[in-house]
């Protein structure tokens, strides 16, 4: 049971992101989230609440991007995503011109 529930909050957070659903999107996070962009930015992972990640998830991003999910952790409503990496896989552009 517990594999295919981490299963489908992997997948509740790929298709929240992609149908921009950001109440539900929030939902698969828990409190606090180890955020790691280093692989897009540089400088350190940081710790925002699931609002703060789903407001950024706005942002251009300019290419794509591979998430690895860390950790996911369960709890007595069901597993949440604890911690995120974000790696580039492929752009397109200068990105020095975004915002």
């Known amino acids: 049971m517990d594999r295919s529930d981490v299963i489908d909050a992997c997948t509740r957070m790929a ?6 659903d950001r109440e539900r999107l929030a939902g698969v996070f828990a409190d606090k989230v180890t955020l790691d962009h ?16 789903v407001a950024g998830r706005q ?18 409503d069901g597993w949440r995503i604890t911690g995120v990496v ?12 975004a915002p």
Do not use: K
């Open 86 to 97: 974000m790696a580039a896989t492929w752009g397109d552009g200068n990105r020095a011109l």
């Open 59 to 76: 942002e251009a991003l300019g290419g794509a991007c591979r998430f690895d999910l860390d950790v996911l952790r369960r709890r007595l």
């Open 15 to 20: 298709w929240y992101a992609d149908q921009w």
């Open 38 to 53: 280093t692989g897009l930015d540089g400088g350190e992972p940081v710790i925002p609440g699931p609002d703060r990640i």
